[in-house]
């Protein structure tokens, strides 16, 4: 995709998780213009579970728009371009979407990866205990469109399981044992929700950018408490050393997605090849 082109939309429900991972194990998965975002040999995941509204071109009216859920399986990344500017962001690994329309689309005008699978973003609120904060329990269910048990499709497959304080809000939790982050400001602060997603062309020379847009001073995200979680993607990727760092849920709110912008990228400085004779001497200015 090399047309602008601006979407917007609504998150009117969404879950974020990072897990930390060692970098070795996934940075085969990166392009090679690439670095992974790591901190004490661990690279990061983010995942997002969301539902958004009102999916269409920005200035269309919202009657006219698509809702799906769509889940993404990211990597913190950064990059440098050709004009020294170093983007950070995420590189999408695969995302899976509940709706054909936005995942044709999706794959036409950017680099999300899509694949056709059954998503489910539910949330139960269970009745009040005397005393007890009301809370509620979120559900993502997450079926790929397959056939056979051991089909490719089925690597769309999730369940997880998380509880939201009252009013989608929890305390703040400490970091995990063993994670490189000495405070959860600290995590936050590095796996905060990068609003740019990157990839490259075919032929290596262009980063293409996915740019979000949105009112950072309506950006809310409040801890929750992950019941359980099982990924069949991470399973089929040999992830065996994955570490749930952070999970939240953010506050509904209005988004803008910027496509197509492109950026060149950095050419590696080749050596001047080896000749086997001295350099010649430099003779100073007179």
């Not at 979407?97 to 005008?109: E, I, P």
């Amino acid at each position: 995709m090399t047309l602008p082109l601006a979407m917007k939309g609504r998150l009117a429900e969404c879950l974020l998780f990072s897990y930390r991972t060692p970098a070795r194990s996934v940075r085969h998965l990166v392009p090679s213009c690439m670095e992974l975002e790591t901190r004490q040999g661990w690279a990061f995941w983010n995942i997002v579970a969301c539902r958004v509204e009102a999916m269409r071109p920005a200035g269309a009216p919202a009657r006219l728009g698509v809702g799906y859920h769509h889940v993404a399986y990211r990597l913190h990344v950064k990059a440098r371009t050709a004009a020294g500017e170093t983007l950070r962001g995420l590189y999408f690994v695969r995302s899976d979407a509940d709706s054909g329309l936005v995942g044709g689309f999706g794959n036409w005008l950017t680099h999300f990866r899509f694949h056709r699978a059954n998503v489910e973003l539910s949330r139960l609120r269970p009745p009040p205990k005397a005393g007890v904060a009301a809370a509620d329990v979120l559900t993502l269910a997450v079926q790929g469109r397959g056939r056979g048990e051991e089909s490719e499709a089925d690597e769309a497959d999730a369940l997880v399981r998380v509880v939201a304080g009252a009013d989608g809000r929890g305390a703040t939790p400490t970091p995990p044992f063993g994670s490189p982050f000495a405070t959860p400001e600290q995590a936050a602060e590095f796996l905060k929700y990068c609003p740019l997603g990157v990839a490259v062309d075919l032929d290596g020379r262009f980063f293409e950018l996915a740019e979000v847009v949105r009112d950072e001073s309506m950006w809310r995200e409040h801890p929750v408490r992950v019941i359980e979680a099982h990924w069949n993607f991470f399973r089929r990727l040999g992830q065996d050393e994955l570490h749930l760092e952070r999970a939240t849920r953010v506050e509904p709110l209005e988004y803008r997605w910027r496509l197509g912008r492109r950026l060149p990228v950095a050419r590696p400085q080749t050596p001047a090849p080896d000749t086997g004779r001295p350099a010649r001497p430099v003779r100073a200015a007179a």
